[in-house]
């Protein structure tokens, strides 16, 4: 996980069972290799109610955004 910046941009939303995140929400970056599979991170919503799997493609750095 080397020089990967530690916020990130949802593309698409997240929906599990108890949680639904939009689209456009900042994270963090937890792991860039989710379970070992580089193609998923782990992220974490920055008020801490949910940690997320993503691939990669569904993200954004953060400060792409601005």
């Given amino acids: 996980m080397c ?3 530690e916020l990130w941009v949802l593309r698409t939303y997240f929906s599990g069972p108890d949680v639904f995140v939009p ?3 900042v994270v963090r970056l937890l792991d860039g290799e ?4 580089p193609e998923y991170a782990r992220l974490a919503v920055l008020d801490g109610t949910a940690e997320l799997t993503m691939h990669w493609d569904d993200l954004d750095p953060e400060e792409d955004q601005q």
């Fill in 34 to 37: 989710a379970d070992g599979d």
């Fill in 3 to 5: 020089n990967l910046p």
């Fill in 23 to 25: 689209a456009g929400t």
